[in-house]
């Protein structure tokens, strides 16, 4: 391990152990600017997190001192480059709970790694009349894959319906994942309610019916310790963005039997072995679906995100995410009107709080929060269907991490009530 990060570590933990948030704010470097004259309360990291000095400085490094492509050259500057890129993919395997490195996929984000597995597993092994089980809390990246591929298909699209504290109602459940069912597509944590839920329970019905499972871990990933192993997943999906890594890096985790047993998504250089101009063959998983140039500074750059987390303890940031939820959960509902949708118990979800107020509508609450420099999210949050089954049209969503501390939450609140102010309610 790398000295330096030692350092940091040993103060980002503080001398209690516990999380210091304020040496963690100091190392973000977006958070010092002012927005809109007021500082920059950053609560919007269910979209994306922000990037600490150390992620940004790998990436500026790289450019700087080995730029090159990877896998082809062999050249200094390329072998430095691969070997960087090649220990990322290590690093990745050990932090989801010590997984084989060949099952690793370095993709764009969760969204191009559900995919992947829509249009070769899904097109290789879903028929007319299978059925593909979603929930009704997904996002859209892990509905419309599902949804077209069922389309394309004659398959049948079912899901698992909500409580109306926002979790999975599996009272049915045997009803709904059958021996009909090929696949189940769930989230390991909801990103409009915060929801964690039981993916090990739901993988092994599934397991038992003969079904395989993909789980979207990109807002459990950045959130709580993920073992793999024990989610029980067959695929699991997560991006680098929002859990302090840059944009346009994500993994897709897969079991080795099946990513060996499916075909390429993307095919050109690189995910083959031999290309003749009358046949081809496929390198081995995981090169077999990296085709083409990847982006490799981001990749690198991710290793320091891994490790920035790591040092901090994903129990750690856990523990402080409920603790720092349970507080704004508890201020929100001090405000007459306000209505949180999802658990309101924190052991139970995340950081992804979102609420709507009974008289202002979402954007207009996040317009005037972001006059005081307050960042939240305002919209369908890319849940169109889970929107309309909760009968909103959109909810306001504040989202937390580890800088965020109960400073940013009391602000929240005073400008919140400013809002409802200056909307005369
Ligand atoms: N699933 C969930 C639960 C998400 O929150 C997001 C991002 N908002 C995605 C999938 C898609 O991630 P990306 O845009 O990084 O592909």
Known sequence: ???????????????????????????FPILKQPVNGHRLVYL??????????????????YYNESNANIHRGLHTLAEKATSAYENVRVHAARFIGGVDNSEVIFTSGTTESINTIARTWGEKNIRSGDEIVIT????????????????????????????????????????????????????????VLGTINPVADIAELAHRRGAIVLVDGAQAAPHMPVDIKQTGADFYAFSAHKMLGPTGVGVLWGRKTLLEDIPPFTTGGEMIREVRFDRVTWNDVPHKFEAGTPNIAGVIAFDRALSYLEELGMENIRSHEIELSGYAINRLLELDGIEIQGPLDPHLRGGAISFTDAKIHPHDISTFLDSRGIAIRAGHHCAQPLMRTMGKVATARASLYIYNDRMDIDALIDALKETRRYFGV
Do not use: C, Y
């Open 44 to 61: 919007d990291n269910a979209a994306t997190s922000q990037k600490p000095k150390q992620v940004i400085d790998a990436i500026v490094k």
């Open 1 to 27: 391990m790398n000295p330096d990060i030692r350092n940091d570590a040993t103060a980002l933990k503080g001398r209690s152990g516990q999380m210091d948030i304020d040496r963690i704010k100091a190392d």
């Open 136 to 191: 009704e809390m997904e996002h859209h990246a892990n509905l419309v894959p599902w949804l077209v591929l069922s389309q394309n298909t004659g398959a049948t699209l079912r899901r698992i319906s909500l409580t109306p504290d926002g979790q999975l109602d599996l009272t049915n459940i045997n009803d709904i994942i059958t021996a009909r069912t090929r696949l189940v597509a769930v989230a390991h944590m909801s990103n």
